[in-house]
């Protein structure tokens, strides 16, 4: 909580740039501070990647991936935009890490779609 204003992480595939978007202007409208992805390296940001060495690349996802945990760290809870139900490896490990670091869990749509 920063004053009187919860923070929350958005979580969930990067495929998902549009309802990203949307969720953040409707949390922020809701009074929330909305910590969100830096990248969407599967809907747009593909110039990022162009001529990245396979190295260079998997250093930069791990580092991406590493961020994203400090930013849940820096959140009261996350957010997981798991739309038609689609939560990814990457998106289950930040649901975990926010669960065993006492953070709370909301679900686009209900978790029990996901599985």
């Not at 830096?38 to 690349?57: F, N, P, Q, R």
């Not at 994203?68 to 809870?77: E, F, L, Q, R, Y």
Request: hydrophobic share 35%; net charge negative; glycine share 10%.
């Amino acid at each position: 909580m920063q004053g009187n204003y919860p923070v929350i992480t958005l979580c969930g595939s990067t495929r998902f740039k549009q309802e990203f978007m949307e969720v953040q202007k409707q949390l922020t409208l809701q009074g929330v501070i909305v910590i969100t992805v830096g990248l969407y390296g599967h809907a747009g940001d593909e110039e990022v990647w162009e001529g990245m060495s396979e190295d260079t690349l998997t250093r930069t996802k791990l580092m991406l991936d590493d961020m994203h945990k400090h930013k849940i760290d820096m959140a009261d809870g996350i957010f997981v935009i798991n739309k038609n139900g689609y939560i990814g490896d990457s998106t289950r490990s930040e649901i975990a890490y926010a669960r065993a670091h006492g953070k709370t869990v909301q679900y686009l749509e209900p978790e029990n779609a996901s599985f």
